[in-house]
Nanobody
Framework: QVQLVESGGGSVQAGGSLRLSCVAS????????MGWFRQAPGKERKFVAT????????FYADSVKGRFTISRDNAKNTVSLQMNSLKPEDTAVYYC???????????????????WGQGTQVTVSS
C-alpha cells in the first residue's frame, strides 16, 4: 500500500500562484508514476499533470500547459505542482495519485492510478 498526503492548497486571486505538495509513504518503491488530478463541484475528476518517477518525463493537460509545473524529489518521496497565472477555472479539489506498473506510457486517466490522496482545495477568485 502507498499513502499519499497533499498540502499547499488555499485561496488566491486570479494571476497568483500556489504550490501543492504530495508526500508518499509505505510501499513507495512500487510507484513508477505520480500525477495530479482535479475535480470541480459537480464535474468529473480530470487529469492535470503526470511525471515518471524514474527519469522525470512529464505530460500536462492542455489547459495548464505553460502555467503549471510538476516535479518530484525522489529522496523525499514528494511530488509537487507549481501553479502560476492561476485562473478562476482552476478552482477545484486537487488530488495526488500514484501508479504502479504504468510503463511504458504515462497514464492520463484516473484508471491508470492505484492510490489517491484525500485532496486539497484550491480556490481562485476573479
Amino acid at each position: 500500500q502507498v499513502q499519499l498526503v497533499e498540502s499547499g492548497g488555499g485561496s488566491v486571486q486570479a494571476g497568483g500562484s500556489l504550490r501543492l505538495s504530495c508526500v508518499a509513504s509505505g510501499r513507495t518503491p512500487s510507484m513508477d508514476a505520480m500525477g495530479w488530478f482535479r475535480q470541480a463541484p459537480g464535474k468529473e475528476r480530470k487529469f492535470v499533470a503526470t511525471i515518471r518517477w524514474s527519469g522525470g518525463s512529464t505530460f500536462y493537460a492542455d489547459s495548464v500547459k505553460g502555467r503549471f509545473t510538476i516535479s518530484r524529489d525522489n529522496a523525499k518521496n514528494t511530488v509537487s505542482l507549481q501553479m502560476n497565472s492561476l485562473k478562476p477555472e482552476d478552482t477545484a479539489v486537487y488530488y495526488c495519485a500514484a501508479g504502479e506498473r504504468t510503463l511504458p506510457l504515462l497514464p492520463l486517466g484516473v484508471q491508470g492510478y492505484d492510490y489517491w490522496g484525500q485532496g486539497t482545495q484550491v480556490t481562485v477568485s476573479s
